[in-house]
């Protein structure tokens, strides 16, 4: 059916859809009607979640902002700078967006610990700018830890007072948890919101796709765990479990879905889970490593 | 009284920076280098377990990650009297290689050329444009197919790291000893063919992309110079069995080498948010505490000196210190020295493939002793990176993180002397202050890290209240 085909065919039904259809073809004649417009803030942390966001393989990141989104500002990568910079993020306030935030928010000194540009010849903090985009966007995705509840940046003393994006705003936030955060964990949770809608989320907000299993449950060194078989240093081929793997507490899928182009993750380099996707990393996740093999649980 | 233009953020960084410039005639007469991020990651390592500092300081950066893991390694070593295996080392180098790779390729084409080179307008992001983009049509075309053709090279960079790493970035593999993966046939020859895609591709294109924006913009060999003191804490050297030696700890001041000595190296606080007993201080002294009524300071980036003197880190000065480069000082030279680098690191990863025995486990059951203290100094990707621990009843009673980009962004020091990056914005010709292209480019040239590098902190700064219709 062609497009005209298609508007003889609405005029002749039911109103709603005659108006959604010239809904439509008035913004596609405006030039509206495109890819819904996207921001990723870096707040306060360390920037670590874009560059594994770069790692990410099918969809890779020039899929992602081809295809997928119109991607209107990120510190890291875009061309712009300065003032002209923050007017992009200004402006994208007033259409219909998706916000995805990495970094804690810093609340000391009303938030000028963390200072992401200056509009108007006056300092914007991270603080303002979650305020800002936080309830105008359609959907908001924390991604790592720092944005989901504070993580690293947040780790006690705190001293530049961070904490998650969703303690600052009165919304939904779907969080993705991980030290970085997977670039499937985001790139699945983004196209489900466009293609579907919101995930089916955990009591955590977490979407239950990626934050649904045990890591134990599902790890490849499992069975030597269920035969008391422990690993004694770091560079052993068994179960982590008494130097410290922090996989008996934490919901993700590292071992089913593997890093960088799906080759390897932490324990297949001999190393335990420190539990970087779980909440409480990384004051309640340590110590990371110990070789103290009475290790109380 | 001349125009002060600000310009922040400056993006295609990573973290957050503010740069002010005094423009009088057309010209830079003053400048300030400027952070805007506070997370005080050295109080926060306090009290924390030491083995977990290796793990815990790679957050610092997420870019340059493994550069912390090493350096946190080292320092450890150095407290526990540890020395690594060969095999140890050089597979440590290899994923500390990899790191060096992705960062240089992320750095050049998507922070790099933007500021020369068109990039199409399929995407909001790349919207705004300059005036002064001066590549002829098909040049600039094949450029910008390479800056997406390099997204995938830059990746399989951080491949590589995670083979041994587990994962990238924020590794799990370079720990005490060397490494915690054994390097098996499989991972050896994974390792190689990576490599070989990644080889070709950075001689072959990455190479003549440089060369090829020199010719179009070779005025810039000309600006964003800067003092000439180059410093370097050696990396990719000292093997008992492989002929190999990228670069040896050296110093290079007022035009005469010096022997490189830790103790020459200090931190000043004159024009930063913190006070201490002595506003010059060596890194094992003192963690000096904050303080926001210092009128005269305007940044928490501290101000790091060797024998006094602001040095200048990072590929160029590698190059220059073991002879490579001796093109120049500048923005352009900063720029190709970081190319041939790449180049250059993805020959000795091939070298120290090939000096690998299979099958070798270097990890060991290590002992935390009661009280000791390290420090572990090593040149990573931006320049010379310096951790200095103290462990206190097993736990970590001090750490002091010094980053290359603490050496290129200080701010001035009690003498007045401005930092390395304020030194090399000072003098520049500005074509339009409305437009000032020269400003981010000086600054790219030195590939700032802010996250790894500042605490800064505005005060007396009234916020206004945004307010949007």
Not at chain 1, 3 to 8: A, E, Q, R, T
Not at chain 1, 184 to 197: E, P, S
Not at chain 1, 212 to 239: M, N, P, Q, V
Not at chain 2, 77 to 87: G, R, W
Request: hydrophobic residues 35%; contains cysteine; negative net charge.
């Amino acid at each position: 059916m062609s497009k005209i085909d298609v508007c003889n065919f609405c005029e002749n039904n039911s109103s709603p859809t005659k108006r959604l259809v010239k809904e439509i073809e008035s913004k596609i004649k405006d030039n509206t009607f495109k890819k819904k417009n996207f921001v990723w803030l870096e707040l306060t942390g360390c920037s670590g979640n874009i560059i594994s966001l770069l790692n990410g393989t099918n969809p890779d990141f020039e899929y992602l902002i081809t295809q997928m989104v119109n991607w209107v500002y990120d510190n890291s990568l875009m061309v712009e700078q300065g003032e002209e910079a923050i007017e992009k993020l200004i402006n994208v306030m007033d259409t219909d967006f998706i916000l995805a935030v990495e970094g804690a928010v810093s609340t000391e000194n009303n938030g000028l610990y963390n200072i992401i540009g200056r509009w108007k010849g006056e300092p914007l903090t991270a603080l303002d700018t979650i305020k800002m985009l936080g309830e105008k966007a359609s959907h908001v995705i924390a991604v790592g830890d720092c944005a989901s509840y504070g993580g690293p940046s947040a780790a006690t003393p705190n001293p530049s007072l961070s904490v998650g994006v969703p303690e600052i705003l009165n919304r939904k936030v779907i969080n993705l948890t991980g030290c970085p955060s997977h670039p499937d964990w985001f790139l699945g949770t983004l196209a489900h919101i466009l293609l579907y809608g919101e995930p089916k989320l955990d009591e955590q907000n977490r979407p239950l796709l990626f934050y649904g299993t045990l890591l134990h449950d599902i790890c490849t060194r499992r069975s030597y765990f269920d035969r008391g078989i422990f690993a004694e240093k770091l560079g052993d081929k068994t179960c982590m479990f008494k130097l410290g793997c922090r996989g008996p507490v934490t919901r993700i899928d590292c071992s089913k879905r593997q890093w960088n182009a799906y080759i390897n993750w932490p324990i297949g380099c001999n190393t335990p889970c420190i539990g970087c996707a779980q909440f409480g990393f990384p004051d309640k996740m340590e110590p990371f490593i110990s070789y103290d093999t009475t290790r109380e649980e | 009284m001349g125009e002060k233009i600000k310009i922040n953020p400056v993006t295609r960084i990573s973290g957050f920076m503010e740069i002010e410039v005094t423009v009088e005639n057309n010209e830079i007469v003053d400048a300030k280098t400027k952070g805007f991020l506070f997370r005080g990651v050295e109080k926060i390592l306090l009290n924390r377990n030491p083995f977990d500092v290796v793990y815990f300081t790679e957050r610092i950066c997420g870019i340059c990650s493994t550069a912390h893991s090493m350096a946190s390694t080292l320092a450890l070593e150095d407290a526990l009297n540890i020395t690594p295996s060969q095999q140890g080392k050089m597979l440590r180098d290899i994923a500390h290689g990899c790191e060096f790779l992705q960062n240089h390729i992320r750095h050049f084409y998507q922070y790099v050329i933007p500021d020369y080179v068109k990039i199409p307008e399929a995407n909001t992001t790349y919207s705004i444009q300059h005036y002064d983009y001066r590549l002829p049509d098909k040049l600039n075309e094949e450029i910008v197919a390479n800056y997406f053709k390099s997204l995938e090279l830059s990746r399989k960079a951080h491949e590589m790291l995670a083979v041994f790493g587990g994962k990238a970035p924020h590794t799990h593999g370079i720990f005490i000893g060397g490494i915690t993966a054994q390097p098996t046939s499989d991972k050896i020859i994974k390792l190689k063919s990576l490599l070989q895609e990644i080889y070709e591709f950075v001689s072959n294109v990455m190479v003549n992309d440089v060369y090829t924006i020199s010719e179009y913009y070779s005025d810039y060999f000309e600006i964003g110079g800067g003092y000439g003191n180059l410093l370097s804490y050696g990396c990719f050297s000292d093997y008992d069995n492989v002929n190999l030696s990228y670069v040896n700890p050296s110093v290079y001041i007022d035009n005469k080498f010096l022997d490189f000595n830790s103790d020459m190296i200090t931190e000043n606080i004159e024009y930063s948010w913190y006070v201490s007993d002595e506003s010059t201080y060596e890194p094992f002294e003192t963690i000096p505490e904050a303080n926001m009524d210092k009128t005269k300071a305007y940044s928490w980036v501290k101000a790091s000196r060797y024998k006094g003197f602001p040095c200048e880190v990072g590929p160029l000065a590698r190059q220059w210190l073991n002879g490579e480069y001796r093109k120049g000082i500048s923005v352009m030279n900063r720029i190709i020295a970081r190319v041939l680098e790449t180049k250059r690191i993805a020959e000795i990863i091939f070298t120290l493939l090939d000096n690998i025995v299979p099958n070798i486990d270097v990890q060991q059951k290590y002992d935390i002793p009661n009280k000791t203290q390290g420090a572990g100094l090593i040149d990573t990707t931006r320049g010379a990176l310096g951790h200095w621990l103290k462990i206190d009843e097993k736990t970590i009673s001090f750490y002091q993180i010094i980053t290359p980009t603490v050496w290129n962004f200080s701010t001035r020091d009690e003498k007045d002397q401005l930092g390395v990056a304020e030194k090399a914005l000072i003098g520049t010709k500005v074509q339009d202050a409305e437009n000032p292209v020269e400003i981010g480019r000086i600054i790219r040239s030195f590939d700032p890290c802010i996250s790894c590098g500042t605490h800064v902190y505005t005060p007396n700064e009234k916020l206004r209240d945004i307010r949007i219709v």
